[in-house]
């Protein structure tokens, strides 16, 4: 309960130019399948620790995890 709290403060501040309709939507598919989250975001980590950029980095795993994506979209 407590990490879900600290998640969400941490994305809140992340997401603070998005409207608050998609922000929601956002919240709610990470809270549903945080392990599929969770694994992206190590995956990005791993690819700017090899030197890519953020956005690249993110741009790449999610390409990598796009069906999964598209499934619970």
Known sequence: MFKDFIMKKMLDRQLKNVPEE?????MRLI???PELFQKIA???QEKMKQ???QMDAMMEVAKEHQDEL???L
């Open 22 to 26: 998609q922000k929601e939507k956002i």
């Open 31 to 33: 809270t549903e399948k």
């Open 42 to 44: 190590l995956e990005a």
């Open 51 to 53: 030197g890519k950029s």
């Open 70 to 72: 598209k499934g619970i």
